[in-house]
């Protein structure tokens, strides 16, 4: 019988106890955020996913050079490119001349590990990371990023 009324003494003790932690944690400042009402500003460092930097003419910087394709070591990235010919001024004459346009970009952010190695062995500051944070899909396909398009769309 005495086990009986020690059981009940120790449990309602452990819940006054619980009920003091509880009172004392009411009155203290709130540390969270109410989301999705109100969201926190993205600190500078933040790597969300990569993003096309747009040049003066809104068109992308990228030369579709590949240094990016190449030292992405999970294989996100994919690129294509046309070759385009135009006509420059070289020393007093037109010449005809190619360059590459790109004409795919497209980021499979499922395999991405964020290490930041495409952008730093881009050598002409084509791509950077974005501050999107708030990914949210139960489709994989919702993170299958065309950046080409991504940018269009930013300009339009």
Sequence with gaps: MGAYFSEIFLG??????????????????V???????????????YR????????????????????????????????ASKSVEYEAMVK???????????TKYNLNFTTCSLCGQ????????????SKDYNLASSRKEDFHFDLLKRLQERNS
């Design 48 to 79: 969300g996913h990569i993003e096309l930097i747009e040049d003066e003419e809104g068109n992308p910087k990228c030369i579709s050079c590949g240094a990016c394709q190449r030292a992405c070591p999970s294989g996100s990235i994919s690129l």
């Design 118 to 129: 495409c952008v730093e062995n881009c050598n002409f500051g084509a791509i950077t990371f």
């Design 12 to 29: 309602l003790k452990s819940l006054v106890i619980g009920l003091i932690i509880t009172f004392k944690e009411f009155f203290k400042p």
């Design 31 to 45: 540390v969270t955020v109410p989301y999705p009402f109100k969201t926190i500003k993205m600190s500078e460092r």
């Design 92 to 102: 007093g004459e037109m010449k005809t001349k190619k360059k590459k346009v790109l």
